[in-house]
């Protein structure tokens, strides 16, 4: 199985995840604990290279490629 990062949340003093995930049992996890600041900060950082990755000039190229 390839490394996956999970979202989850604690509830009540168990760790929740948001989605549902057929783990069997004994799989062995890391988990780490984000504070809201480390959360902030990791999406900030994803946001602005997803930026740079999706809204470049080099992608226009390949758009008028398309058009043709």
Partial sequence: MLPQTLLATVHEG???LAENLDLPEG???LITVLSETDVEFWTAASQDSLAAVWDNAEDDAYAQLLEK
């Fill in 14 to 16: 168990r760790i929740q």
């Fill in 27 to 29: 799989t062995r996890l």
